[in-house]
């Protein structure tokens, strides 16, 4: 079967890219306006808990997917996030890991600002969850975000 590569060119460029939010590789695809501005919203929420709380990110990845892949348990609900503490692993320890799901928090947001509010509570609870750091602890002036 002949290939076809007309001009000889061979692969026009990297097959994958950097996570923005990790470093680690990630598959090649369009980043759309949605894609970046959810992006931005996920590194502010962090930057923010960076500056109150930075404990509670020690050990811990913070990523997203576009939908949950496994929605079988979940009947009434789409889930927003999820989170895997860290657990050892053969003689090391695995990272911790919260994992947000774009389009159901996109669907409960009708503007950036709710998003951005949506997200960072979003990340907050589940931070409080893994670590058992309280909310207020985590980011205090999270709740006056929410209320308005």
Partial sequence: MK????????LRGPL??????TGE??????????????????RASVARIEVS???ALVGLDIGFEDVPSQLAGWVDRVPLASA????????SVQKGRIVLYRRPIEHRASNRRELAALVHRTVLEQLSAITGISLNELD?????DWED
């Fill in 3 to 10: 290939r076809r590569d007309r001009h000889g060119r061979g």
């Fill in 16 to 21: 994958a890219r950097p996570n923005p939010l």
């Fill in 25 to 42: 590789a990630m598959p090649l695809r369009y980043v759309t306006r949605g894609v970046a501005t959810f992006t931005a919203c996920v």
């Fill in 53 to 55: 709380c930075p404990r």
């Fill in 84 to 91: 895997v503490g860290a657990r050892p692993l053969a003689g």
């Fill in 140 to 144: 205090p002036t999270a709740d006056r």
